[in-house]
């Protein structure tokens, strides 16, 4: 069955660095999108895209968050200057194909920043 | 706006116990209703949807309607397993493409 991924599955950074977290959508769907769940609190939207371009994203998505999709396989979310705040569980999820409302979510990312 | 809320957790019952979870949305228009699980150190799975009024989804044992009347979709399973114990989360979309408004979600443990 095929499945969203995402790498790393853990990341730790230092304030202030970059980060770019990686998503490979089911392979036929279109519609792509990040969400976040800080430690014991709800999954919260962030952003999501479609057409190479961003159709809809939450007052968390400022200047600091961009998200990409370099090549016909992979979606990217780079956070370019990683504050402490950013510590969360990052979920790409995908959409599309025949089932067009269904998202379906990768296993995530950790990412710390200390 | 969009919102769901979910009964607070957690939830803890015995092996075989019935489960309800409940849920109630606030929409506009006719939203397609959502149970998301995360087992511990996972992802998000979809457990099961329905996406118009008086809809069952089903899935592994789990039963939720999709009631207009109430703006509800409560979560339900007859006899419930150590194995269920997780995060169960309700959700919505308004809108065939639009983000996921989840619920704030629900402990579950199991005991034997």
């Known amino acids: 069955e095929p499945e969203v991924t995402q790498t790393p599955s853990h990341q730790v950074t230092q304030m202030g660095q970059e980060v770019i977290l990686r998503c490979v959508p089911i392979s036929n769907h279109l519609y792509f999108y990040w969400y976040r769940q800080i430690l014991g609190q709800k999954v919260e939207f962030l952003v999501s895209?479609?057409?190479?371009?961003?159709?809809?994203k939450s007052e968390i998505f400022d200047d600091q968050f961009s998200v990409e999709r370099p090549d016909g396989s992979n979606f990217t979310l780079k956070i370019r200057s990683t504050k402490l705040e950013d510590s969360a569980m990052y979920f790409c999820?995908?959409?599309?194909?025949?089932?067009?409302?269904?998202?379906?979510f990768g296993p995530g990312t950790r990412l710390l920043v200390l | 706006g969009n919102s769901v809320t979910q009964m607070e957790g957690p939830v803890t019952l015995s092996e075989e116990a019935f489960l309800t979870i409940n849920c109630t949305y606030t929409?506009?228009?006719?939203?397609?209703l959502f149970w998301y699980v995360q087992y511990p150190g996972e992802g998000l799975q979809l457990l099961l949807k329905a996406t118009k009024a008086d809809d069952k989804g089903s899935n592994k044992g789990f039963e939720a309607t999709y009631r207009k009347e109430t703006t509800s979709f409560h979560l339900e399973k007859g006899s419930v397993q150590v194995s269920d114990s997780a995060v169960y989360f309700c959700?919505?979309?308004?809108?065939?493409?639009?983000?996921?408004?989840f619920g704030a979600g629900t402990r579950l443990a199991v005991h034997p």
């Open positions: 929409a506009t228009g006719y939203p397609s």
């Open positions: 999820a995908s959409s599309g194909g025949e089932v067009k409302e269904t998202q379906y």
């Open positions: 895209f479609y057409n190479n371009e961003i159709s809809e």
């Open positions: 959700a919505l979309i308004s809108g065939g493409y639009n983000k996921l408004i």
